[in-house]
C-alpha cells in the first residue's frame, strides 16, 4: 500500500505540489488527470525519486517505510516503477544489457542469483512477446531513435520484466495512435493483478476507456481537488478542467 | 640560472654521457645527432609561452632529474601484456632492446623487422633515408632531443605486396629503479605498395615510478598499403610521457590508429600527418581516461595536400577527479587538396568540477571544393539518463559507470584485435569511478 499524505514538493523554490493525499492500494488502478502545468509529473518523479525535487512537507508511506528516505535505485528495488513521460535516449547502452542490468541490480537487493544469460533471454522474449513488442528493438540502443510509439512500448516492456508492486505509468498513452494505444493498454490490462498498484497519469479521456480505472482523481495547480469513480473522466471530458480550475483559483 | 636552462644542461649531459654509444655509429647519424642536440641547445625546452604548451606545463619535467638507465631487465611479468595476442613480440626494457624476451617469430619473406640499432648496423642506407625525414625536429624541442638521443625502438619494413600476417606488438616497459630515467625510442615504420600490417605500441612501467619517455614515430605508408596502427600507453601514473607519431601516406592507402591514454602524469601526444597522394583514406582516433591530477594534450596537424582524400578524427575524454585535457587539432587543406573530406572531433566527459579541457579544433582551408567540418563538445554526465538508469534498479555507481563505459566504447568497439580490446576495456572499466 502507498499512502501519500499532505505532500509538498519544490523545485529550484518553487512550490509544485501542495499538499497531495491519495492512498493505493493492491489491486487497484487509480487514474490522475489534470491540466497542463499542474504537477502531475513531479508528482511521479517526487514517488520515483528524482533528486530536482524536495519533499518540503507531508510523507509517502509504502509497505510500511518512508519512501521519501530512499535513494532512486532503492524504491525501484523495492517494487516502484516510472513509466517516463519522455523516456531518455541512452546512445551506446544495448537495451538487452541494461535490462540484464536492471533485472540482476533488482535481484540482487532480493537476495538472489543472477539470472544467467539463456535465462534472461527466454524470460525477456516471452514477456515482448506479451506485450507486443518487436524483439529487434531489445538489440538496438536504449530508446535511442526509437519512435514515440516505441519508446512508450519500451516502457510498458521494462514494466512487464521488472514486475513492479507500484506501477506509475506517466503519460504512457500520449501521442500514440490508435493501434500503439491498444498495445499499451493491453501490456498494462494484462499486468493488472491483485497485488499490483497502477497509477495511470493522462490527459485524455480515451485511455481510461481501455484501462478502466477503479479510482480517478482531479490535479489542478497542485492538489487534487476531485475524486470519484471512472465516471468522473467522463465529466471531465465534458466539463473540462475549467470550472475546476476557476473554483480552485477562488478557494 | 633558471630551471629551464638547468634542464637543458640536464639533457644536454645526458647526450654527452652516450658518447660512447655512439662512437661505433656512422659518420651521417652522429652528424645527425650533433645537428639535433645543437638545434636542441638553442631551442631548449617549450616555455610556458609557446602557443603549442599553453595549456601543457612540463615543470615537473624541468623540475626532475632524468639519468640514464643501465639496465635493460624487467622484473615485471614475463607475459606481453595482452592476454592470448598471438603478435610478432619486440620487447624494450628502459629504452633498451632486450632479445631474450622478445619473441620475433617467423615474418613472411622480406620483412624487415628488428630495433633501431640493429636496423642501423644491417641497413644502414635505409635508415639513413628516411630517419627525420617526417619528424621535423627542427622545429620541436623534444623531436630534437628524441632525434639526438634516439635509442631503441624498432625498425619494420614490410615490402611491396606483402601481407603480415599476425600484428606487432612492440612492448617498451619503463623500470628505471632507483634513479629517473629517460628514453628516448626511435621508430621508424616503412609499409611499400600494396602491403599491409597491423602494428601495436605499447608503453607500460611499475606504479609510482617516475621516468621519462619520448619516443618517436615516423610512418611512411606507400601507394595502397594498409596500416592498422594502435597506441596503448599504460605508463606510470608518476610519469612523463612525450610522444610523436608522423604519417606520410601515398595514393589509395588507408592508415587507421587508436590512440588509448590511461597512464603517465603529464602526456602528450602530437600526430603529424601529411596526405600526399590521392583518394587516401586517414582514421585517427583517440581515447583518453585520466584521473588524479592526469594530464593528457593530443597536439594533432594534417595536412591534406592531395585532392579527394578523407581524414577522419574521433578524439574523446573522459575527465575524473581533477584531471585536464587539451586537444588541438589543425586540418590543413591546401589549394592543391580539393574535394577534400575532413572531419574532427573531440568530445569530452567531466565527471567533477574540477576536471578541466581546452578543446580546440580548427580549420584552414585554401582550397574551395572541400566537404570540412569540426567539432568540440564538453559536459557533464547527463543527470536525466542517471535517473533513468536509477529508476530501473541501477545502483548510482553502476548507473555512471555504464554511461561512461557507453560515452567511452565507441572507441574501443573500434578496435580490431581482440587482445587489444579486451585489454582496452579492462584499463576502462577499472577507471571507471566506483562511488
Ligand atoms: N525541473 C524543473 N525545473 C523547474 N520547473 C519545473 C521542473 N519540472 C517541472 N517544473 C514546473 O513544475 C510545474 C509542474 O510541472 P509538471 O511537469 O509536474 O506538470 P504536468 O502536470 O506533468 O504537465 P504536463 O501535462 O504538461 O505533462 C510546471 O510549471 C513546470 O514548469
Ligand atoms: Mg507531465
Partial sequence: MIEIKNLHASVEEKEILRGINLTIKPGEVHAIMGPNGSGKSTLASVIAGREDFEVTDGSINYFGEDLTEMEPDERAHAGVFLAFQYPVEIPGVSNTYFLRQAVNAMREARGEDELDAKSFLDMVKKRAAEVHMNPDLLKRQVNFGFSGGEKKKNEIFQMAVLDPKLAVLDETDSGLDIDALKVVADGVNALRNENRMILVITHYQRLLEYIVPDFVHVLVDGRIVKSGGKELALELEKEGYAELEAQTANA | ?435
Fill in chain 2, 1 to 435: 640560472m633558471s630551471q629551464l636552462m638547468e634542464a637543458k644542461d640536464t639533457f644536454l649531459s645526458l647526450f654527452d654521457e652516450a658518447s660512447s654509444d655512439r662512437s661505433g655509429e656512422p659518420g651521417w647519424l652522429r652528424q645527425l645527432r650533433q645537428n639535433a642536440m645543437d638545434r636542441f641547445g638553442e631551442m631548449g625546452l617549450p616555455k610556458a609561452t609557446d602557443e603549442a604548451w599553453r595549456e601543457t606545463s612540463i615543470k615537473p619535467i624541468v623540475e626532475g632529474t632524468f639519468g640514464r638507465s643501465s639496465s635493460s631487465e624487467s622484473a615485471l611479468a614475463s607475459d606481453y601484456y595482452y592476454k592470448g595476442f598471438d603478435a610478432h613480440q619486440l620487447v624494450f626494457v628502459n629504452g633498451r632492446f632486450n632479445a631474450e624476451r622478445s619473441n620475433i617469430g617467423d615474418l613472411p619473406a622480406g620483412v624487415k623487422l628488428t630495433n633501431f640499432a640493429d636496423a642501423v648496423t644491417k641497413y644502414g642506407e635505409m635508415v639513413q633515408d628516411y630517419l627525420g625525414r617526417l619528424c621535423d625536429w627542427k622545429e620541436r624541442s623534444f623531436a630534437a632531443l628524441n632525434t639526438a638521443l634516439a635509442g631503441d625502438g624498432y625498425f619494420l619494413h614490410v615490402p611491396k605486396n606483402t601481407v603480415v600476417d599476425r600484428p606487432i606488438n612492440v612492448l617498451w616497459i619503463s623500470e628505471p629503479g632507483d634513479q629517473a630515467a629517460a628514453s628516448f625510442a626511435r621508430n621508424i615504420l616503412i609499409v611499400e605498395e600494396s602491403a599491409d600490417v597491423k602494428l601495436v605500441e605499447t608503453h607500460i612501467g611499475p606504479q609510482g615510478t617516475t621516468y621519462l619517455t619520448c619516443p618517436v614515430t615516423e610512418n611512411f605508408v606507400s601507394a595502397n598499403a594498409n596500416v592498422d596502427h594502435y597506441v596503448v600507453q599504460d605508463d606510470s601514473t608518476k610519469a612523463f610521457h612525450i610522444g610523436e607519431q608522423c604519417l606520410e601516406q601515398g595514393r589509395d592507402s588507408r592508415f587507421r590508429s587508436h590512440t588509448f591514454t590511461f597512464g603517465a602524469s603529464i602526456t602528450r601526444n602530437g600526430v603529424f600527418g601529411y596526405l600526399r597522394g590521392e583518394n587516401i583514406d586517414s582514421i585517427l582516433n583517440g581515447l583518453y581516461v585520466l584521473r588524479g591530477k592526469q594530464h593528457c594534450a593530443t597536439f594533432m596537424q594534417m595536412e591534406h595536400i592531395a585532392p579527394h582524400c578523407d581524414s577522419h578524427e574521433l578524439y574523446k575524454g573522459v575527465l575524473d577527479e581533477e584531471s585536464s585535457g587539451v586537444f588541438r587539432g589543425r586540418i590543413f587543406v591546401h589549394q592543391t587538396a580539393q574535394k577534400t573530406d575532413a572531419k574532427q572531433t573531440n568530445q569530452n566527459l567531466l565527471l567533477t568540477d574540477k576536471a578541466q579541457v581546452m578543446s580546440k579544433p580548427q580549420l584552414e582551408i585554401y582550397a574551395d571544393d572541400v566537404k570540412c567540418t569540426h567539432g568540440a563538445t564538453t559536459g557533464q554526465l547527463d543527470r536525466e539518463a542517471l535517473f533513468y538508469l536509477r529508476s530501473r534498479g541501477l545502483r548510482k555507481n553502476e548507473a555512471r559507470a555504464l554511461l561512461i563505459h557507453a560515452f567511452a566504447s565507441d572507441l574501443t568497439e573500434r578496435v580490431q584485435i581482440d587482445a587489444i580490446r579486451d585489454k582496452v576495456e579492462e584499463l576502462l572499466w577499472e577507471r571507471l569511478p566506483r562511488s
